[in-house]
């Protein structure tokens, strides 16, 4: 018995010397940034490249924890469904008090199970937004230098469950976050990294990260199913497909139109063919295929096409295409939605952040009582025009049933007509 007790006392002291050494070893003191100015201008280069106002329009998140812990944060209403286990809590973050706790689905008090939630939840969506939070109340910004390169200390000197903690961010070369290194309350070794490497895009149009790797032993710290999206401005637009009736656009296949009657189109839109036409020029145009597209000049084919007739044609349907069809292109792929509030009314922002010619533009639209869009204002992302605005007017109901229109009004009150506008099978 003296044997094995022997045995175990060195077996801790062992273990006691290689958890000194380790310390010893990996152990970083925290680095003495400066703050200032540069400090908050790398902040702010970091949160642009994250798209930050984005972030901030998001209304819905949900993930979990490694498995355990599982979350939905109505964000914009500081409400987040905290479970785990048997237990469940609707967690007032900014009101704990309002809190309901329910433990195998029945409603009980329980104020410690609130307290837990709310650690749970401090630290749980930390590991998801933490970027986007380097201006919160209570924080402090400083430049440092990390092999070679800037980085941002932000230490957290009050709030949350573990007041003090600083975390200093590795940017990559667009100043998009890569990892962090942290001076934790929790985790004794100073300077532990964690990756922010495994980003996902949102159907919200913020990216979010899925899982981290931690230094320190390789432990996997999973989010799950991350998702974040506008549940309030999916519902506006949905009305708005429906006044419009965007199913029969959706079985609509042929649209012939004008723009300004300089240029005229016909549109097969089950194969996506279109025939552009302007001046002594037609283009059959493969808008997904660019390669098969033909050039006629006064009606004779080109043998060796013009591919820069090509891409001007691929152009003018993008733009021209899009003051036809716009409402019926909420849903798009790369399209974020959010709701903008304008005299006291919704408004259902629209951005492209990605296809067609501008990717990253952006337009409010205003509706009437019956959800049909009567104007937008356009932010195109050039910065040429912010806030114009142009009216959606002279609505008809097309052969094919769907709803289109005929002529806009341009900020100055310059006419632009959509010719003679047909939609059939």
């Known amino acids: 018995m003296k044997k094995l007790f022997k045995f ?10 290689v958890g000194g050494i380790y310390y010893f070893i990996n152990n970083e003191p925290l680095p003495q940034g400066k703050k200032g100015k540069e400090a908050d201008a790398l902040a702010i280069k970091m949160l642009n490249a994250l798209h930050h106002e984005t972030y901030e329009n998001t209304e819905i ?12 944060w109505q964000k914009n209403e500081d409400i ?39 650690n749970y939840f401090n630290n749980d969506s930390f590991w998801l937004v933490a970027p986007y939070k380097v201006f919160d109340k209570d924080t402090e910004r400083r430049l440092v230098k990390h092999d070679g390169k800037d980085a941002l200390l932000v230490t957290y000197t009050s709030g949350g469950s573990t007041p003090g903690d600083s975390y200093l961010w590795i940017l990559d070369e667009n100043y998009f976050p890569i990892a962090y290194k942290m001076w934790t309350k929790i985790i004794p070794i100073g300077g532990v990294s964690a990756t922010w490497s495994d980003w996902k895009k949102t159907d919200a149009g913020i990216q979010l990260p899925t899982k981290h790797m931690l230094s320190l032993f390789g432990i996997e710290i999973s989010m799950g199913d991350v998702k974040a999206y506008n549940q309030n401005a999916d519902d506006l637009a949905n009305k708005i497909l429906k006044a ?18 300089k240029r005229h189109f016909k549109w097969d839109k089950e194969k996506h063919i279109v025939d552009v036409s302007w001046d002594s020029v037609k283009v059959n145009l493969h808008p997904a295929n660019i390669k098969n597209s033909t050039v006629y000049f006064n009606s004779v084919k080109q043998e060796n096409p013009s591919q820069k007739i090509i891409k001007k044609a691929w152009n003018i349907f993008n733009n021209d295409s899009f003051w036809l069809v716009a409402p019926h292109k909420l849903f798009d792929d790369g399209v974020v939605r959010n709701i ?17 010619t501008t990717p990253g533009d952006a337009y409010v639209w205003i509706l009437d009582t ?20 142009a009216t959606w007017e002279d609505w008809i109901t097309t052969k094919s049933g769907t709803l289109l229109p005929t002529n806009h009004t341009l900020g100055k009150g310059k006419q632009l007509s959509m010719g003679t506008v047909k939609a059939y099978n």
């Not at 175990?8 to 010397?17: A, E, P, S, V």
């Not at 903008?340 to 067609?356: C, E, F, M, R």
């Not at 019956?370 to 605005?389: A, F, H, V």
């Open 8 to 17: 175990i006392g060195l077996f801790f002291l062992l273990l006691i010397i």
């Open 61 to 72: 998140l949900e993930w979990s924890f490694r498995g355990s812990n599982f979350y939905k």
């Open 80 to 118: 987040a469904t905290v479970s785990w286990d048997n237990n469940k809590v609707v967690l007032h973050t900014k009101q704990p008090n309002l809190s309901e706790v329910f433990v195998n689905a029945k409603k009980v008090k329980n104020p410690k199970l609130i307290k837990k939630a709310t």
């Open 244 to 261: 419009v009736k965007h199913k029969a656009y959706k079985n609509t296949r042929y649209l012939e139109w004008s723009f300004a009657d």
């Open 340 to 356: 903008i509030n304008i005299d006291d009314k919704d408004a259902l922002q629209v951005t492209y952040t990605s296809g067609g």
């Open 370 to 389: 019956n959800y049909i869009p009567k104007s937008y204002k356009m932010y195109l992302k050039n910065g040429r025009i912010t806030g114009t605005p």
